[in-house]
């Protein structure tokens, strides 16, 4: 049972930041910017082949104007 809620909750998460970058008008390229990783890092995160680390949630959240908790709903 963890495993099926980790899983959705990792897809929940990169579903969001899909869908809060896109809404605040932001490339990949720009958000890869931000998190200083390579953009190939984004796409990897955006399609469930990266894991975001601790560390970018706060930098994600700022840059997309929520809070943390926004981007697990």
Do not use: W
């Not at 998460?13 to 809404?23: A, K, M, Q, V």
């Not at 949630?57 to 981007?71: D, K, N, R, V, Y």
């Amino acid at each position: 049972m963890r495993d099926y809620k980790s899983n959705a909750m990792r897809e929940v998460l990169r579903i969001n930041i899909r869908r809060h970058r896109e809404r605040r008008g932001l490339s990949q390229q720009d958000l890869a910017d931000e998190l200083e990783i390579d953009v190939s890092g984004i796409c990897n995160l955006e399609n469930g082949r990266r894991e975001l680390r601790a560390t970018e949630l706060p930098i994600l959240a700022t840059l997309f104007g929520i809070e943390i908790g926004e981007l697990f709903r």
